[in-house]
Each structure stands twice: as structure tokens, then as C-alpha cells.
């Protein structure tokens, strides 16, 4: 099994609102990311779990708040969102610490803030 | 800091072959990975080169060279299909996430 699923695939939300996207891995990959993908412009890592520790954060803004609650599982928590956080949520896994460049990737999460 | 650059078009006919080139700028480098991306879709893995020298995994090959960094994805018996956003990537300095470059629009005409 070399499938990372996502859940929704979309989401429209309004800036008051608070939701949750989630994802989830059966390959024994013990590195999760997320990752935030706009339009014409290559994935931007947000956060990194490894061993269901946040290891990267990468100066995301707190209204964005990831949770690990096992090695399979991964969620980020929406709150307060801006109209220009719109975009394609990204998903992915790979084995730990990630030297071998490889990662799987989910479907991803298309959200729209309106 | 890390930074990649590739051309951001590159056009084709079917049945052709296509060279996608990456330079590289990174600190602590332990390989070069491309990912092939359509429209509306997630990212897929296609490589991985940690060692110079070429991979070859199908119509797909990819070439690393440290001493230059510098690196390309090679698309033989080009087809429809192929039209799609390909990206190298390399690992951070941690050693924990890829860095993407900007991403190639590959275009593949009949």
C-alpha cells in the first residue's frame, strides 16, 4: 500500500470558521509533512513530523495548528483563516529523516476561504 | 540557504525526447529528486539520484553530476500523458524536507 489519503478533497470555509483536514498513511513511514501549494508554484513545506514530533516549523502563521496524534495520523487545524490562504493543501510521507528524497504524496485538500 | 533553478517551459511533439535541466545551490547536499505533478494532481515521485551517474527507471532517466551541481530529468518516446509540471527538489540542510525548485510546464503536442 503506497497511498497517502486526504480528507475532504474540498473545503470552502469562511474566515470565522474553524476546521480540520486530515491525512493518512499505512506504509510504516515514520516522517509526515504538510505542505501549502498555489497555483502555478512548486509545493512550500509548513510543517514536519518526525516520530509524531514536530520537527519544522516553518514560521506558519499559529491560525494553522498540526497535530500528530499517531504515527498514521496526521491533521491541521484551521481557524481564522485569510481569504489568501486559499490553496491546495499538500500531504506526504516518507520513510524517517527523508535522505532518500522520496516522498508520497496525497491527493491534497483543495480550500477556499472565503 | 538552498535554491534550484529549471526552465520554466519546455514544448515537444509526441515521440521526441526532452532533457528538463536543475543547478543547484545548497548547503550539505544529499541528492537530487524529481517529481512529476498534472493539473489538479498531487505530486509523484519518479526519482532519486544521491550518486553521479545516470538512472534510467522506464522512458523516464535522470542524471546527477555533484562536482557541477547540476542535474536533468530525460523524457524519451515522448506522450500526451507526459504534459505535466516537473520539479527537482533537494533535501534541506536538517536533512528533513525537500526544497522544490519552481517547477517546468511541459507541454507534449501531437
Known amino acids: 500500500d503506497t497511498e497517502v489519503t486526504q480528507t475532504p478533497k474540498h473545503l470552502v470555509m469562511g474566515m470565522t470558521n474553524k476546521k480540520s483536514l486530515k491525512c493518512e498513511q499505512h506504509m510504516g513511514h515514520r516522517a509526515m509533512y504538510w505542505y501549502k501549494q498555489k497555483a502555478k508554484k512548486p509545493p512550500e513545506l509548513m510543517f514536519v513530523y518526525s516520530y509524531e514530533k514536530l520537527s519544522i516549523n516553518e514560521s506558519v502563521p499559529s491560525r494553522f495548528s498540526p497535530e500528530c496524534p499517531n504515527s498514521s495520523l496526521l491533521n491541521l487545524h484551521l481557524h481564522a483563516l485569510q481569504p489568501e490562504d486559499s490553496a491546495l493543501y499538500l500531504c506526504?510521507?516518507?520513510?524517517?529523516?527523508?535522505?532518500?528524497?522520496?516522498?508520497?504524496f496525497g491527493p491534497g485538500t483543495r480550500l477556499t476561504v472565503t | 540557504g538552498q535554491s534550484l533553478e529549471q526552465p520554466s517551459e519546455v514544448t515537444a511533439v509526441e515521440g521526441a525526447i526532452v532533457q528538463i535541466n536543475c543547478t543547484y545551490q545548497?548547503?550539505?547536499?544529499?541528492?537530487l529528486s524529481w517529481y512529476q505533478q498534472h493539473d489538479g494532481g498531487a505530486p509523484t515521485f519518479l526519482s532519486y539520484?544521491?550518486?553521479?551517474g545516470l538512472e534510467e527507471t522506464g522512458r523516464f532517466s535522470s542524471f546527477l553530476s555533484r562536482s557541477d551541481s547540476y542535474g536533468y530529468l530525460l523524457l524519451q518516446e515522448l506522450q500526451m500523458k507526459d504534459s505535466a509540471s516537473y520539479f527537482c527538489?533537494?533535501?534541506?540542510?536538517?536533512?528533513?524536507?525537500?526544497?522544490f525548485g519552481k517547477g517546468t510546464t511541459l507541454s507534449v503536442s501531437s
Open positions: 545548497t548547503s550539505g547536499f544529499y541528492g
Open positions: 506526504a510521507s516518507s520513510q524517517e529523516g527523508d535522505r532518500g528524497g522520496e516522498q508520497y
Open positions: 527538489a533537494v533535501i534541506n540542510q536538517a536533512g528533513t524536507a525537500l526544497i
Open positions: 539520484n544521491a550518486l553521479d
